[in-house]
């Protein structure tokens, strides 16, 4: 895009030249798909394959030195380093011992490792070298639980600590005895060693309250010891200084350099939440992790629909500052490895789940990745989907290269389509027809840079009467063409249409249009335009409309094994339902009958907890929760 200079003049002795800048949507620079290992699948058909990267997943993901990357990746329950050049060509795999789930950066370039030893029975520490050689490795495990249950030590995450040390982070039910000094406090808890730098303990701390506390994350904490987060259902007890706000909720620890807790808060909506990822920011720290929750309690704004991601951002005295709820009306989950950082913006990896009839009204489910880019403030730069015509896993991360590209590995089982371009490595004959298997599509995104051919003051919108209400105002135009204003009713924004067009007017003008909305929310940009045929695009705005809910289930609360009766308005021609698991795993799927005003639901075989019931009546798209005692 061509620059633009645009000189304000200060005073007579002064001027300052401003060119106005703007990332654009970001582009894929390369994609590859890897397979580690080739597995022989025997089936019951008369074919017979060799099928490569049939169960390729990814478990973790970092940036190395040279722009260079490191993913764990297990294949047929065979863990694996691989080594990535800038390229994204392998450059090295080493095939590892026991099962592990996360890695970490180590100061002289190598990785450290946590997992399960080979026999299940004790967590693993390996620590590598830049050449992925294995250099130690120490085990871990604690004593009996007083309860008499199975004892479980979870390996959650491991970091390097500043005093060169490691800092390793479990969920664990039992008492002290073999590596473990204090007793659980109650169901679950946080359980926090410190080593060496060659993984001798030094001590560990047995963190949480009577009930369940679940770790997901941990950092080191400026000045020293460590902050960590994760789930808790407990009141006030242990180390826990506040009573919980329903149900799971937040639960964010502070402890000093020797591990003793120095600072506690939970922080709850009248739903479910669960803290997964922590991160420190230039004047605080920011916490990011699921709810089902509405504004209530703690939460400030609304539900999309389903599970949603929570984001809260803290100041260096341990105070909310601002909190930002993203979703759609699908269910949305973090990945594996979900959060990046280049400077003070935030690469935020999200596990969406589409649900869609296709041109024949059978439903079917594409679960695809969206990355988001945040600013410092938690307000949206830009938001991109990647995905291929079937499945990307949660089993994700992203990373961030040192020349402020973004790397994205997913476990996948789709093929080429959509915005993946390369075949699947997993591709094979069942019963005679082929299909993929699941390899490793790793993608590396850069973003655009372009100048704005106008200064855009504002852009706003608001539901006047069932009826769209946009108005934006320029403070300077310089050989600027038009305004298209673009509309989605997509909410991962994978196609828009443009709905008015306006020619541009000059500095200081305001223009408006008024908009038919359409269902649910309706999501408006502006597509501005050069006259030298150079484009960029303003920020996304939603405008909702607003319908009754119809959706009633009854009874609700229910015990499992009991019929219940779902009831809606009249159903359209391509209207369904679908049932869903908190971890927004898919339950059931069924259209329904045109014409239709209810239906019976059996919870025959259906565990205790919370589920999402989903109505799509031709694109109007209702949730209800859904108590199974």
């Excluded at 090295?92 to 190598?110: C, Q």
């Excluded at 239709?596 to 109007?620: C, E, P, R, V, W």
């Amino acid at each position: 895009m061509t620059a633009k200079n645009f000189t304000l003049l200060f005073s007579l002795l002064f001027s300052i030249q401003i060119k106005i800048v703007v990332a654009q949507k970001p582009v894929i620079e390369w994609q590859k798909a890897i397979a580690t290992d080739t597995v022989k699948a025997i089936y019951a058909g008369n074919n017979l394959d060799d099928v490569i990267g049939l169960q390729e997943i990814v478990h973790d993901i970092f940036s190395l030195p040279a722009n260079e990357t490191a993913i764990l990746i297990a294949s047929q329950n065979k863990f694996k380093l691989v080594k990535l050049n800038k390229n994204g060509d392998t450059s090295l795999v080493r095939s590892l011992t026991g099962y592990f789930k996360k890695i970490a950066p180590t100061s002289d370039g190598g990785i450290i490792a946590l997992g399960r030893n080979s026999t299940f029975t004790k967590i693993l520490v390996s620590k590598f070298d830049k050449h992925f050689n294995l250099e130690w490795e120490e085990q871990y495990a604690g004593g009996a639980t007083a309860s008499g249950s199975y004892p479980s030590d979870e390996p959650i995450s491991v970091i390097q600590a500043s005093d060169g040390g490691y800092a390793i982070l479990l969920n664990s039910n039992t008492d002290k005895g073999n590596d473990k000094t204090e007793n659980s406090n109650g169901q679950n808890d946080f359980w926090l060693i410190k080593t060496d730098n060659t993984g001798l303990p030094e001590w560990d701390k047995t963190i949480g309250g009577a009930n369940n506390d679940i770790p997901n994350d941990i950092i080191n904490a400026p000045g020293g010891g460590f902050l960590l987060s994760g789930t808790s259902d407990s009141n006030k007890s242990g180390d826990k200084s506040e009573d919980s706000k329903g149900s799971f909720d937040f639960w964010m620890v502070k402890t000093d350099a020797k591990g003793n807790v120095t600072w506690n808060k939970t922080l709850g909506s009248d739903g479910w939440e669960s803290a997964a990822k922590v991160y420190l920011t230039s004047d605080g720290f920011v916490v990011l992790g699921s709810t089902d929750g509405g504004k209530s309690g703690d939460k400030t704004e609304a539900s999309f629909g389903g599970t949603d991601i929570w984001m809260i951002k803290f100041n260096n005295s341990n105070q909310v500052q601002w909190q930002k709820t993203i979703g759609t009306e699908n269910n949305e989950d973090l990945i594996q490895s979900p959060v990046a950082t280049i400077g003070e913006n935030l690469i935020l990896g999200i596990r969406t789940t589409n649900v869609e009839p296709d041109e024949n009204n059978n439903v079917g489910m594409d679960n695809d990745i969206l990355i988001l880019k945040l600013a410092g403030n938690g307000n949206e730069i830009w938001r991109n989907l990647y995905g291929g015509k079937e499945s990307e896993s949660y089993l994700a991360g992203i990373a961030t290269n040192t020349d402020g590209t973004i790397l994205l590995a997913t476990s996948s089982s789709s093929g080429i389509g959509r915005n993946r371009t390369v075949p699947n490595k997993g591709t094979h004959t069942y019963w005679g027809s082929e299909v993929n298997g699941q390899d490793i599509w790793v993608v590396k995104i850069k973003e655009e840079e372009g100048s704005l051919p106008v200064n855009l003051v504002s852009f706003t919108g608001k539901n006047d009467g069932g009826k769209g209400f946009l108005q934006w105002r320029t403070a300077q135009e310089e050989n600027f063409s038009k305004f298209e204003l673009q509309k989605s009713t997509d909410p991962l924004f994978t196609s828009f249409k443009t709905v008015t067009t306006k020619t541009a007017r000059g500095n200081n003008s305001t223009y408006s249009y008024t908009d038919i909305l359409d269902r649910n929310k309706n999501y408006y940009r502006l597509k501005m335009l050069d006259k030298d045929g150079s484009t960029a695009f303003s920020h996304v705005i939603t405008i909702e409309q607003v319908y009754n809910n119809s959706l009633k289930i009854l009874p609700n609360p229910v015990t499992a094994g009991t019929n219940i009766s779902v009831h809606f308005n009249n159903a359209g021609a391509k209207a369904f339902y679908q049932l869903t698991g908190i971890d927004g795993k898919r339950k059931a799927i069924k259209n329904i009958a045109e014409g239709s005003n209810s239906i019976q639901l059996d919870t025959k075989g259906l565990a205790s907890g919370m589920y999402i019931f989903i109505y799509n009546n031709n694109g109007k798209v209702e949730h209800h929760k859904l108590i199974i005692h």
